[in-house]
Structure formats: structure tokens, C-alpha cells
């Protein structure tokens, strides 16, 4: 919406305390604002307060706007958190009705300019529709078509970026079409429900005159369309309290996963497992500063699957009305390994000469600002995709909201509840006892807290540590024999708290030193067995597929069984976590130089981990500190 020339000249006059500017221009504003909130609330009393309201707040804090020109954006801004500040009072209050508030405004406007052009049936079928919108969804359809902003424009009054006002435009469109279609108009009809609405609802003859409704207004380019689509079949979550919007939707505080505010309802409904295909649309989210971990949404037409690395929040997917929430993280029904679009090249053709997969992503490479990367299907099974370098996870299309009307599934036990678990180790590794203890984050928003932490004592002489900030070896004295880089004796095992399936992780990393390896699914449909098979020494182990953790890891040399550790699990509360407290290595000296390409569970094995070690087959393994 470009500005006149006599606009601006007015703010600036009013601006500068001229009074018959300042009553000119509240006598323009009061009609449009009048307009603008009517569509969104559809409530002739309540668009009588707000804008009063509005316009009162607009007069207190008038000198704060620098540019005349942007006058508009900014007043509607301040409706629009006055709008919202409305509805999260009344949510608050579960005051959920709009049929009497509908109704109401019907009859208000039933003397209006097109009552003899349409029949009232039309009409009320295109209110009702548009009331059983989100307030959200609402002011971009009203900005976009009836005030005629551009996409900027409507990202400055919503907040966010023009991509998100796009694919909020693009969702409000498909479900004002949805709420049609159940009427029985078909959605070819949008275009004339919206000129309808938009003549039905203006103040006076002249500014019903000047609406029109462009095939130009309703697009919003392929990006557009693909940010708006892929959230709309999804698990619907808010990713912080502070992201909330007063839209009548449920939402999900940190503290805990539904609040006694408006819990859905929760229903013993069997919902599939949701293992989910990477060959539809797919999304990966790194967030900033975080590039080892990544959010996935993934959608294949049939289950919409979607990861989220907040407190006390899992993996959720929805089939048709009902939401599940689930332990583990996506993995693919044939089981092959999750690919990234960050995979190194090397990765990508290990990897295909492993499952023979291989899903042609553009490699990108990783941006300490954050990182999206969505995928889309197009025709021929070609791909296309976009990649954005900032952190998106406030915008509108990369959250979402689940409805009232969702049946809620939780199939999460107790320790996924909570966010992570301690685990025990014990077993043997030839002729050495091995036991240990650590705790494992499901989620990224619990590493600070509760790990990954791991204690591992090997024999009599060796004690593995990894605090997360740093890992070392000491012996029997406790002197440091080798210090890595935290997280380092995770690597083999399961890292939830990053994204991928504890299935994924460990073969990615097989994958990283080079190590061939098969997987195969075991008899009760469960578990699954996967073996590694590096250089004198076999890897065996077994993982459940919907706790997504480790079982157990067989060790093997050529005709001999030299070890086996078994993971326990104990409930909350049923064990201490470990407190390591280390020191990081120096940044200066690369702790991880030469050493991420190789399995420390493998070389351990093969006595070639540590210096000065006594190997497992009695020889000394020699050499320096790895650093």
C-alpha cells in the first residue's frame, strides 16, 4: 500500500501539534481502522473498543514514528497487538463461542450496500467461515486483500520476514477454503468469498467500490507456498511460551508439555508408529550456534512428522485428527540412513554404496547463524530447494499451533517425559569387568542440565570421562593419559538430543571412518540389529527402535566372542545421575585433530586407543597423547 502525499503531510502536521491536522487526520483514520478491525473480529462492540483504544494509543505515542510514510504499518501494528492482547484474555477466561459474535455482526451489517447483491445464505456462510479462523490468519487475508500491502509490509505489522507472511497468507487461504468446501462452495470460489467479505464488510459504499480481489493478491511464489504447506497436515506445536499468539489454539509451555489452562484431550486411540519416508517434503532446521544438532519435519502424504528439541517435548505426528507423541525419533520404514543436506561428499558416497539411497540433495554447508533447508517433491520425482542462512524458529510458518479439536496420544514413558535418562553399563571386554554410568538429553533443551554425561571404568586401570565440555582418559592414579573434545565418547552410541535416531547416529559414524556395516530387523518387529565390521574386530549391536536407545554391543574378533556391555535404563528418580565436572581441552592445541575419522568403541577393542595402554591381547599399544 503506497501512501499519498496528503497523508504524509498530515501525520507530519499533526506531529508537530497543528490541531486541525491532527482532527482531520483522526476523522480519515477512525473509518479504515473501524473497517480493518471489524474483519478481524467480526464483533461490531469489540471493533468500537479496540479502535478506540488503538487510536488512543496511537495519539499517546504518536512521536515515536520517524517516517510518515510508514503510518499505516505502524498503526496497524498497534491494532493488531491490542487484537491480540483481546483474544489471550479471553482464551485465558475459555471464552471460545464466536456463533453469538457472528450473529451479532450479521445483523449489524445487514443494512450494508451489498445485502440486495448477494443472498443472505452467501453471506453467511463466508462470516461464519472467516470467524472460524485464527485472528492471525484474518489480519494477513484483510492486509493482503483489502488494505493492499505488499509482503514487506505485512511481515513489519506480524513481525518476522516476507517468506513467513507469504506462508501465512498461503495458510489462511487454504483454511478459509477448507471451512467453504464443508459449506459446499468449492475453492474455486475463494476469489469471490473474499470480494463478498471484503464489499459486505466495508464502512460505506465508497470503500466498497474500491475492493477487488487480483489473481496478483492471492499468489505467493513457490517458496511461499511450500512454508505454508508444509505446516499445515503437521504435529502442531509452539516452540515457547513467549512465541504464544492469541489465536484460540492450544499451546505448549516449557515447563511443562499442556498446561491445566486448556489441555486437549487425551484418548487411548492405537495411532501407527510414524515411521516416515525422506523422499516427500522435508525440512532441516539447525539452530544457531548448534550445527551438530538439526530439527527435522518430514511429510509423505500419509503421516505428518515433526521434531522439536524443546523442554519436555518429543517427536509428534498426526494422522488425520489425532496427534501422537512419541519416544523416538524418525527413522525411515526401510531403514535406511537418514541423510542431510550438510553430509559431506564423502559421506554421501559411503553411504550410497552402503543402502544404494541416494536422495540428490545440493550439499549446504552449515551457518553459525542458523540454517533451513527445505525440500520439496516436484513433479518427475525431481527436487527442488531453498536454503535460508538465519534463525527461523520464530516465524509464523515454521511454527504451528495444534487445535482444540485434536486428540492427543502420548506414548511417551517416563523417562522421555522428563527429558533424559541415566543409563548403566555392564559387561565385560575380554578379560576385563566394564561398568559405567552417565546420563543421555532426549531433547537439546536438557544437555545444559542432564548431560550427556558418561563414566566408563575399563579393568582396573582405565576410567573413561565425558562431561559433555570435555573428555579424557585416566588410569589407576588418575593421571590424564588422553583428553578429546566433549561428546567424544558418544560418538558410536545414540545422541537424541540431536536429531536423528540412535539407528542413524551409529551407522553415520560408521560411515565417518569408513566402516562397512548392514542392518537387518529383528524377528519381533522392535529392534533392530546392526554390525559393524572394522578391521579386526566386529561391532554387534542392538538398538530399540521405539525407546530409540541402546540394548546392548557385542564385541567380536575372526572365530571369537571377546565382550558384550548391556545398557539399563532405570526409571526417574530410581538412580543418582553422575556429576563429572572437566576441564575443556585448549582450543589451541585441536583436541579432535585426526581423530573424529575412527570408532574409539572399535580401537578400544583393538587395544590401539589409548597410549601406554596395555592392550587387550597383552602387547603394549605405545605411541602419544591423541589430541
Keep these: 500500500m503506497s501512501e499519498s502525499t496528503e497523508y504524509m503531510a498530515l501525520v507530519r502536521q499533526a506531529q508537530q501539534g497543528e490541531a486541525r491536522a491532527r482532527g482531520d487526520l483522526l476523522r480519515r483514520v477512525e473509518p479504515r481502522l473501524t473497517q480493518y478491525v471489524g474483519r478481524l473480529t467480526l464483533d461490531p462492540d469489540l471493533t468500537t473498543d479496540l479502535v478506540q483504544e488503538s487510536i488512543a494509543e496511537m495519539l499517546k505515542i504518536f512521536d515515536t514514528l520517524k517516517d510518515p510514510a510508514r503510518f499505516w504499518c505502524w ?3 498497534i491494532t493488531l497487538n491490542k487484537v491480540r492482547r483481546h483474544y489471550r484474555q479471553r482464551w485465558r477466561r475459555r471464552e471460545r463461542s464466536l456463533s453469538a459474535v457472528q450473529e451479532n455482526w450479521l445483523q449489524a451489517r445487514n443494512q450494508d450496500v451489498l445485502a440486495q447483491l448477494v443472498t ?4 453467511e456462510i463466508v462470516v461464519r467461515a472467516l470467524g472460524q479462523l485464527e485472528p492471525r490468519q484474518r489480519a494477513v487475508l484483510t492486509l493482503r486483500c483489502y488494505e493492499g500491502m505488499s509482503y514487506e509490509q505485512i511481515a513489519a505489522v506480524l513481525g518476522g520476514t516476507q517468506l513467513g507472511a507469504r506462508a501465512l497468507f498461503y495458510r489462511a487461504k487454504k483454511a478459509l477454503t477448507g471451512r467453504l468446501r464443508a459449506h459446499g462452495i468449492d475453492q474455486g470460489a475463494l476469489p469471490v468469498a473474499l470480494l463478498v467479505f471484503g464489499k459486505f464488510s466495508a464502512t460505506g459504499k465508497t470503500a466498497a467500490a474500491q475492493v477487488s480481489i487480483s489473481a496478483a493478491t492471492l499468489r505467493v511464489g513457490f517458496w511461499g507456498t511450500l512454508a505454508g504447506a508444509v505446516t499445515l497436515p503437521a504435529a502442531v506445536v509452539i516452540l515457547a511460551p513467549a512465541a504464544l499468539v492469541a489465536t484460540g489454539a492450544a499451546w505448549v509451555a516449557q ?7 486448556s489441555p486437549p484431550a487425551v484418548v487411548a486411540e492405537v495411532v501407527p508408529e510414524g515411521a516416515v519416508s525422506q523422499d516427500g517434503t522435508c525440512w532441516y532446521y539447525y539452530p544457531p550456534g548448534r550445527p551438530d544438532t538439526v530439527v527435522i519435519r518430514a ?14 517435548q518429543a517427536n509428534y505426528y498426526r494422522r488425520g485428527g489425532t496427534i501422537a507423541i512419541c519416544n523416538h525419533r524418525q527413522f525411515r520404514p526401510d531403514l535406511a540412513v537418514w541423510r542431510l543436506p550438510t553430509d559431506s561428499a564423502a559421506l554421501r558416497t559411503f553411504l550410497r554404496a552402503q543402502d ?12 553459525p547463524r542458523g540454517l533451513l533447508v527445505a525440500v520439496a517433491r516436484a513433479q518427475a520425482d525431481r527436487r527442488r530447494q531453498a536454503t535460508l542462512n538465519y534463525d527461523v524458529s520464530r516465524e509464523d510458518y515454521f511454527r504451528h499451533d495444534w487445535s482444540l479439536e485434536a486428540a492427543l496420544v502420548d506414548r511417551r514413558d517416563a523417562r522421555h517425559r522428563a527429558g533424559w535418562t541415566c543409563f548403566t553399563i555392564d559387561g565385560r571386554l575380554s578379560t576385563r569387568p566394564v561398568s559405567g554410568s552417565g546420563t543421555l538429553p532426549w531433547v537439546a533443551a536438557t544437555v545444559g542440565s542432564h548431560g550427556p554425561s558418561l563414566r566408563l571404568v575399563v579393568g582396573q586401570d582405565l576410567v573413561f570421562l565425558d562431561s559433555g565440555a570435555a573428555a579424557e582418559v585416566r588410569d589407576r592414579s588418575d593421571a590424564v593419559l588422553t583428553r578429546w573434545a566433549g561428546g567424544r565418547l558418544f560418538q558410536g552410541l545414540g545422541r537424541p538430543w540431536c536429531g536423528l535416531h540412535t539407528i542413524d547416529t551409529i551407522r ?11 542392518t537387518r ?9 546392526i554390525v559393524l565390521d572394522g578391521p579386526q574386530v566386529r561391532l554387534t549391536y542392538r538398538v530399540h527402535l521405539y525407546e530409540d536407545w541402546i540394548e546392548s554391543i557385542v564385541f567380536e574378533r575372526p572365530g571369537e566372542a571377546i565382550g558384550e556391555w548391556t545398557f539399563h535404563y532405570p526409571a526417574p528418580g530410581a538412580a543418582d545421575p553422575p556429576r563429572l565436572t572437566l576441564a575443556a581441552p585448549p582450543h589451541s592445541r585441536g583436541p579432535d585433530s585426526g581423530a573424529r575419522n575412527d570408532l574409539w568403541l572399535m580401537r578400544l577393542a583393538q587395544g590401539t586407543l589409548v597410549p601406554r595402554e596395555q592392550s587387550l591381547s597383552g602387547t603394549q599399544s605405545g605411541g602419544s597423547h591423541e589430541k
Excluded at 511429510?299 to 519436555?312: C, F, H, N, P, V
Aim: net charge negative.
Design 299 to 312: 511429510t509423505d502424504g500419509i503421516a505428518a512428522y515433526s521434531q522439536w528439541l524443546q523442554q519436555e
Design 255 to 261: 515447563a511443562d508439555l499442556w498446561p491445566s489452562l
Design 356 to 367: 544404494g539411497h541416494d536422495l540428490d540433495l545440493a550439499p549446504v554447508a552449515a551457518s
Design 521 to 529: 530387523r529383528l524377528p519381533d518387529g522392535e529392534r533392530v540389529e
Design 75 to 77: 498503526l496497524y501494528t
Design 508 to 518: 553415520r559414524d560408521a560411515a565417518e571412518a569408513g566402516i562397512p556395516f548392514t
Design 120 to 123: 443472505e445464505e452467501l453471506k
